[in-house]
């Protein structure tokens, strides 16, 4: 809604991803710009500190604080460069909520106290939408709850964030009915 309203200040883009559909691959491919490989599918459960160049171990190499909060795969794969983290188990899709919640909770204060949390890049890694189109397939009703409930929180976080702050939203895979 906010992209058709406003299209002078967003741009939305579709973005391809091959399955298989891991959250290590799609981090490690949304960060580095290389193509992950099916090996690392495995290492989904076991993630080790991506050794490839990233635009998050460049920000912590030009002193640039990084504060993170949401799947826990951020600090397997980013651990000795974030700041400040706040990680979630990311593993149980039964769960739609605990993650989200706790993003929502860590967030909000980050971006109303800028003068007094210091952050270059704030990254929240949400999951219901993802447990939820796991768990129960794109058209239950529990995910219109889960988009309802990312659609207040990503219009609570622009009416906080001010004219030089850049807010990414991305997803990491789609979902269909198979």
Known sequence: KLSFDHPENSVLLKFMADPPTTTLQRLKGLTTGSLPTFVDAGSNFDGDVIEEDNFIKQFYQHNRSITFVGDDTWQAVFGPFLNVSHPYDSLNVWDLHTVDNGVIEHMIPFLDNQKTEKWDLLVGHLLGVDH???????????????????????????????????????????????
Not at 133 to 158: L, T
């Open 132 to 178: 939820c189109g796991h768990r129960y397939g794109p058209d239950h009703f529990s995910m219109k709850d889960k988009q309802i409930q990312m659609d207040a929180f990503i219009k609570d976080v622009i009416e906080r964030i001010d004219d030089k702050t850049l807010l990414v939203v991305m997803g990491d895979h789609g979902m269909d009915r198979t």
